[in-house]
């Protein structure tokens, strides 16, 4: 059973440019999940989206939006990128609310 | 809010020795508790989970236990390998999906 993927798995540009992350979760996940790692803030919940819906968001702008689509494929967009974008982001999936969530490798995000 | 604090690292250990990293949680309601691990360029990695009060988690030789009246679930290894070496995190749920982290701890087994 495949894991988790993210693309692309680096990325480099700079401010005030927008970007498009892309996750896709192991066949039959349902829900997905986002979060941004950095050194200085540690791991921070983004959003949760489930059924194409966001069930829940964290502390972030609105600079940083998501969706997910009917194949629950989700994308991340961070538009007007700031050098503190710079980041790995994680996507996570998960069968059910409550169950195992699997996360991928990261897309590490680096603005100029 | 809603929080997780656990220890700071790094931890340096050499092999064979025995792994403690505290980690303690507040909550409003009664969370699930996981321990995740990375290791070097990856994601992460469920090490264990307890959904409940008195529950133990395990996994691999590490242990830890829910603990409601101290609102901890600090991880233990009897006897850490070299191949131990990652960064823990402490994590408790907070709503849907979403899960609230520790900052992280760093451990180094030396052989």
């Known amino acids: 059973k495949a894991g988790v993927t993210q693309t692309p798995r680096y990325l480099i540009k700079t401010r005030g440019q927008q970007v498009t992350l892309s996750c896709s979760p192991i066949?039959?996940?349902?829900?997905v999940s986002w979060y941004q790692q950095t050194p200085g803030q540690g791991l921070q919940f983004l959003f949760e989206y489930f059924s194409e819906t966001q069930r829940n968001k964290g502390n972030f702008p609105g600079r940083f939006s998501g969706r997910q689509f009917s194949n629950s494929r989700s994308e991340m967009n961070v538009s007007t990128l700031e050098l503190g974008d710079s980041a790995l982001y994680l996507c996570?999936?998960?069968?059910?609310?409550?169950?195992?969530?699997?996360f991928g490798p990261g897309t590490r995000l680096t603005v100029l | 809010g809603d929080s997780v604090t656990q220890m700071e690292g790094p931890v340096t250990l050499s092999e064979e020795a025995c792994l403690t990293i505290n980690c303690t949680y507040t909550a409003t309601g009664y969370p699930s508790l996981f321990w995740y691990v990375q290791y070097p360029g990856e994601g992460l990695q469920l090490l264990l989970k307890a959904t409940k009060a008195d529950d133990k988690g395990s996994n691999k030789g590490f242990e830890a236990t829910y603990r409601k009246e101290t609102t901890s679930f600090h991880l233990e290894k009897g006897s850490v390998q070299v191949s131990d070496s990652a960064v823990y995190f402490c994590a408790s749920t907070g709503g849907y999906n979403k899960l609230i982290f520790g900052a992280g701890t760093r451990l180094a087994v030396h052989p």
């Open positions: 996570a999936s998960s069968l059910e609310v409550g169950g195992e969530q699997f």
């Open positions: 066949s039959g996940h349902r829900s």
